[in-house]
């Protein structure tokens, strides 16, 4: 019986509630949009009960947005960095 999450699922998913590192600082619109969107996941996560398929899901529609939002306010780091991101879930969920 495997127990707790692989870190193939759990760090994608981790990322996406908390999608800021430290550099560079991202346009103000766009942190506000984004950290509205982190907060709406996080809340949708914990009416999940730690269901690693769901989590991943709905952390790849978040992702998706995130790369929404960069695209409409001009970010093309943050537009890479998320692209990564929603990719890696997508890995993840095809390997499930």
Same mark, same amino acid.
């Given at each position: 019986m495997e127990k707790g999450w692989r870190a193939e699922?759990?760090?994608?998913v981790s990322?996406?509630?908390?999608?800021?590192?430290?550099?560079?600082?991202?346009?103000?619109?766009?942190?506000k949009m984004v950290r509205r969107r982190s907060r709406s996941l996080? #809340?949708?996560?914990? @009416? *999940?009960?730690?269901?690693k398929i769901s989590s991943a899901r709905i952390s790849l529609a978040a992702a998706h947005d995130y790369v929404s939002f960069a695209?409409?306010?001009?970010?093309?780091?943050?537009? #890479?960095?998320?692209? @990564? *991101?929603?990719?890696?879930?997508q890995?993840?969920?095809a390997g499930s």
């Open positions: 699922t759990a760090g994608p990322f996406t509630i908390h999608p800021f590192d430290d550099k560079p600082i991202p346009p103000r619109k766009l942190e996080a #809340k949708e996560l914990r @009416k *999940l009960q730690y269901d695209r409409a306010t001009d970010a093309p780091y943050f537009v #890479k960095l998320w692209e @990564k *991101l929603e990719q890696q879930l890995d993840q969920l």
